[in-house]
T-cell receptor, first 113, second 113 residues
Framework: EAGVVQSPRYKIIEKKQPVAFWCNPISGHNTLYWYRQNLGQGPELLIRYENEEAVDDSQLPKDRFSAERLKGVDSTLKIQPAELGDSAVYLC???????????FGPGTRLLVL | GQNIDQPTEMTATEGAIVQINCTYQTSGFNGLFWYQQHAGEAPTFLSYNVLDGLEEKGRFSSFLSRSKGYSYLLLKELQMKDSASYLCAVRDKAPQAGTALIFGKGTTLSVSS
């Protein structure tokens, strides 16, 4: 089966600019996660979706970050405006109901100048 | 608070055995995961432990002691391609599909010939 797809793979922007990331989870995976991974750190959860509902967004900086998962499949994560500290890898993962394993996409590497 | 500790770096030679330790202190416990992450790539699932004991999967084994808050990943017959970061992750909430993981910072393993 095809894996989690993310685009773009790399993005360089200037601070205060907006940026958006896209994720297409594995077919049939109802749960979708967005994680942020800083250099030398493990991934940290930003938001989790069950179908189209955001069920855990407690770690999402809501003043500048937003996410949506229309129709419960693809998802977008947006930052507006971006700050220097947002430079990181943004990982999308998905899982199937009843299964323990989360499958990760290749990530979007963001550099804010 | 939530805390997951693992060594930052380890080195080993081809053909050897290496053990990567992980200790955790979390508000709850509902499973421990090990992921492998090559530089610039997505984390990939290696193992899952929810009960005490050893889980073996080919050259990789993972052990869990819930009373000690301790796990290790054992890699046998090391190969150069095993050079990667190994992430320990704990699910602290109830075992329902889609609960997010709390990751450690990862252990960078370097295998030399």
């Amino acid at each position: 089966e095809a894996g989690v797809v993310q685009s773009p793979r790399y993005k360089i922007i200037e601070k205060k600019q907006p940026v958006a990331f896209w994720c297409n989870p594995i077919s049939g995976h109802n749960t979708l996660y967005w994680y942020r991974q800083n250099l030398g750190q493990g991934p940290e959860l930003l938001i989790r979706y069950e179908n189209e509902e955001a069920v855990d967004d407690s770690q999402l900086p809501k003043d500048r970050f937003s996410a949506e998962r229309l129709k419960g499949v693809d998802s977008t994560l947006k930052i507006q405006p971006a700050e220097l500290g947002d430079s990181a890898v943004y990982l999308c993962a998905s899982s199937r109901p009843g299964e323990e394993t989360q499958y990760f996409g290749p990530g979007t590497r963001l550099l804010v100048l | 608070g939530q805390n997951i500790d693992q060594p930052t770096e380890m080195t080993a030679t081809e053909g050897a055995i290496v053990q990567i330790n992980c200790t955790y202190q979390t508000s709850g416990f509902n499973g421990l995961f090990w992921y492998q992450q090559h530089a610039g790539e997505a984390p990939t699932f290696l193992s899952y432990n929810v009960l005490d004991g050893l889980e073996e999967k080919g050259r990789f084994s993972s052990f869990l002691s819930r009373s000690k808050g301790y796990s290790y990943l054992l890699l046998k017959e090391l190969q150069m391609k095993d050079s990667a970061s190994y992430l320990c992750a704990v699910r602290d909430k109830a075992p329902q599909a889609g609960t997010a993981l709390i990751f450690g910072k990862g252990t960078t393993l370097s295998v030399s010939s």
